[in-house]
């Protein structure tokens, strides 16, 4: 039996906290969080025995094996290393951190403890992503030349998961002073490790990121809404193919629109999580003459919950672990420099009409 802890006691929390309980292996034992009537509620939506408001307190018992860390990205790192130098394995929320020195130093600390580590991204427990990158692997695409990979979201023209503009879980993450990273940081994440998990690392960046005005003076009570809600990256992998890789709040029509698809020279693959998790299309053999898709069935993967928990028991660390998240954090870092240094060329000339 796995005795797990929970840090943090916000939304997301809640998804750890009902994966974990519905695993027979593991008891989650205690949450803790600054707001200890938020974690008193917390406790009693989820049976949790015990409560904490303090980290540390929390850290010094023996009979916790394991954390799961669901704090806001900017305080990743300290909670993280604080479990780490207590002995405690960790799942940690993505990103990682808020760059990726911390990031390293996180990865560093982990492997020198020698605890589980790993970082929660969700969308590896997808079976098309597992099917697309074993195709990619068995040369089945041939030599991979290009990638589109888009993570569409719409919460800023849409009230399907509620009022952005009146709730503090969202507008915390428009504002650079709460913390958030933007579009980029938050979910800009996901997309680049859905990319990049089946064709391989990349390599070269570019990137253009965008703040649209939202609100008065884009100000909504204390948070001001300057953290970025759209991106756009080119970039180039360890293999040599380009991809088109995009992340927006602004994708009228899309919830969570989680979408990939890979070029190769001898076939292709795509794959829509909006349409199903275990299922994707190829493009193989002679149907590349007549650009005839098929349906491919996907098997079942395990969850990043369970996998955490099985290295566990196994001593294996297993993926995505912090390592992966530091590699992420320094394509998240390379993109808001090259933002920053806006090396496009601006056209200037009359519009034809």
Known sequence: MIRLAILGAGGMAAEHARQFNAMDNVEIVAVCDLDAAKARDFAHQHSIADVHDDLIEMLARED??????????????????????????????????????????????????????????????????????????????????????????????????????????????????????????????????????????????????????KAPDNRIGDYVLDANDSAVMTVEFDGGALGCIQATRWATGHQNTVALSIHGDRGALRLDLDKAWDHLDVCLGEDVHTSRWTEVEAPATPSIYQRFVASIMHGVNDAPDFARGAELQEVLDACFEADAGDTACTLHGDVLV
């Open 64 to 213: 916790i094996q394991a954390i799961s860390n669901v704090t806001p990205d900017g305080v990743h790192k300290a909670t993280s290393l604080a479990a780490i130098a207590a002995g405690k394995h960790v799942l940690c929320e993505k990103p990682l951190a808020t760059n990726a020195a911390d990031a390293q130093e996180m990865a560093e600390a982990a492997r020198q403890a020698g605890v589980i580590n790993m970082i929660n991204l969700s969308y590896r427990d997808a079976p098309a992503l597992h099917k697309a990158r074993e195709l990619v692997n068995s040369g089945a695409l041939g030599r991979i030349m290009h990638v589109d990979a888009r993570y569409s979201q719409s919460w800023l023209v849409s009230h399907a998961w509620g009022r952005w503009d009146k709730d503090p879980q969202w507008l915390w993450r428009l504002s650079q002073a709460h913390g958030s990273k933007g579009v980029l940081g938050d979910v800009g994440v996901h997309i680049l490790d859905f990319a990049s998990f089946p064709v391989g690392n990349i390599s070269r960046v570019n990137c253009r990121l965008k703040c649209f005005d």
